[in-house]
């Protein structure tokens, strides 16, 4: 795996910032495909368990420093920690190295609302929840704002009002509908079948392109075959048509893919040969 944690893409500059590697069972990660198939790709731990990185983007631009994601947080408990094999979070002290504060960043983009993406908006303080990044806006999909605050029976045991509320009673929530531009160049694209409402985050400038795929496409292996989904996608199909649509224009515009949970492949690019699409590390 490349150890480069930063790149230029045009006038922007992105830093891959980790909350640490968890451990998931390699079963939800990979969904049908059978266990002597996907071993060969993700080599288990005696819980039947998969590293996956947490890895959360920093983006740079002229005017704006933006954060996608905030990982699993401070506030997992012991027990939590235990099952996810994760002794701690990184994801502030690893922004400190790169120089900033929570106050620094001005926009956090969730790609939806499950725990290891969204664990890290809010902290205790002073025995209170409040949002971890005191100046932000988060931008979220209504769709998914709406999907989070109404949980049902398969989704109330990942969607945790601990990470969502204290942005609404805190005004600094943004709920967008669709496509939309955040700041110049950077773009939340949905992009459902994880979630009813996921949105992946495409990032354009001075003629190259980048695209932060998250849970459409969780490992590099998943972009690749377009019938690896995890357990968890609440449309599988729909993940499957979603990955050939960005695979498409992946190809097109030779973009920059950036997988939020591969803990070997970062950063890569699709490349087409004989008709076959893999993706090379970048």
């Not at 495909?33 to 983007?57: G, S």
């Not at 969730?110 to 890290?120: A, K, Y």
């Not at 599988?236 to 992946?250: E, G, N």
Request: hydrophobic residues 40%; negative net charge; glycine residues 6%.
């Amino acid at each position: 795996m490349s150890q480069e944690r930063t790149r230029r893409l045009g006038n922007v500059v992105l830093h891959l910032v980790s909350d640490g590697i968890c451990w998931m069972d390699g079963g939800a990660i990979f969904g049908v495909v059978p266990k002597t198939i996907w071993q060969r790709v993700a080599e288990p731990d005696p819980q039947n368990r998969v590293p996956m990185e947490l890895n959360c983007l920093l983006i740079e631009t002229c005017d704006e420093v933006i954060l996608v994601n905030t990982g699993f947080g401070p506030k997992m408990s012991p027990k939590e920690r235990e099952i996810y094999r994760i002794p701690e979070s990184r994801l502030l002290a690893n922004l400190a190295e790169l120089g900033f504060g929570p106050e620094d960043i001005h926009i956090v983009i969730n790609t939806h609302l499950h725990p290891d993406h969204c664990g890290g908006n809010t902290m205790y303080k002073d025995g209170k929840l409040v949002p971890t990044f005191p100046k932000a806006t988060y931008v979220v999909q209504e769709q998914e704002w709406h999907d989070a605050t109404h949980p049902n029976e398969r989704t109330r045991a990942v969607y945790l009002a601990e990470n969502l509320l204290p942005l609404e009673e805190r005004h600094q929530l943004r709920l967008i509908r669709g496509e939309e531009h955040i700041v110049e160049g950077i773009r939340c694209l949905p992009t459902p079948g994880h979630t009813f409402g996921h949105q992946s985050v495409a990032i354009e400038s001075a003629g190259e392109a980048a695209i932060f795929l998250s849970d459409m496409a969780p490992w590099a292996v998943h972009l690749e075959r377009l019938a690896w989904t995890t357990a968890f996608d609440v449309q599988p199909l729909q993940t499957v048509d979603v990955k050939r649509s960005v695979r498409q224009w992946a190809l097109r515009s030779n973009a920059l893919l950036i997988f939020e949970h591969d803990p070997r492949v970062p950063w890569g690019r699709l490349q087409e040969d004989a008709g076959v699409l893999r993706v090379v590390e970048a």
